[in-house]
């Protein structure tokens, strides 16, 4: 399976909770590895942009005007299977369908505060990226020394 890169935003809530160290922790500790970061306060607009397959929902406004409400911290990580590996780290949307031992099944409860966020496919992970970090290929590329150690 080829490497691939993901979005994965800590959402106004999370950062507000202290929850960045532990989601970030998560996914180095799984073995993936961090090639973008900033914190950013988003613009309803932007929000829009990003959520604009769920225009028309009734939770839309609600949901806009919450992402809008704080800093969030947008990152790309990147590893092999990252994109659907990551959905499983983060758990179900509705924090109450999320299992213990996922992000969201341990620290969250509300749907509307969910905490966090994962793109849902390879293809629109590549727009989420170039959304939220440009379209000239925003990442780094390094290599670990712990590669070896994490892939056979
Ligand atoms: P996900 O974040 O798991 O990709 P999504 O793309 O369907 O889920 O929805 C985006 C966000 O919108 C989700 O993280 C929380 C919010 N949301 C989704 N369904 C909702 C609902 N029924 N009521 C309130 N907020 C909802
Ligand atoms: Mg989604």
Redesign the pocket.
């Known amino acids: 399976m080829a490497t691939e890169q993901t979005y994965i935003m800590i959402k106004p809530d999370g950062v507000q909770r202290g929850l960045t160290g532990e989601i970030i922790g998560r996914f180095e500790r799984r073995g993936y590895k961090l090639v973008a970061m900033k914190l950013v306060h988003a613009s309803q607009e932007h929000l829009e942009k990003h959520?604009a397959d769920?225009k028309g929902k009734p939770?839309f406004p609600g949901?806009v005007k919450y992402m809008a409400s704080g800093p969030v911290v947008a990152m790309v990580w990147e590893g092999k299977d990252v994109v659907k590996q990551g959905r499983a780290l983060l758990g179900a949307?509705n924090p109450l369908a999320s299992a213990p031992g996922t992000i969201r099944g341990d620290f969250a409860i509300d749907?509307?505060r969910?905490i966090c966020?994962g793109s849902?496919a390879v293809e629109s992970a590549k727009k989420e990226i170039a959304l939220w970090f440009g379209e000239q290929n925003p990442t780094i590329n390094y290599t670990r020394a712990v590669d070896t150690w994490v892939y056979e």
């Open positions: 959520y769920l939770f949901l949307t749907v509307g969910n966020h849902d």
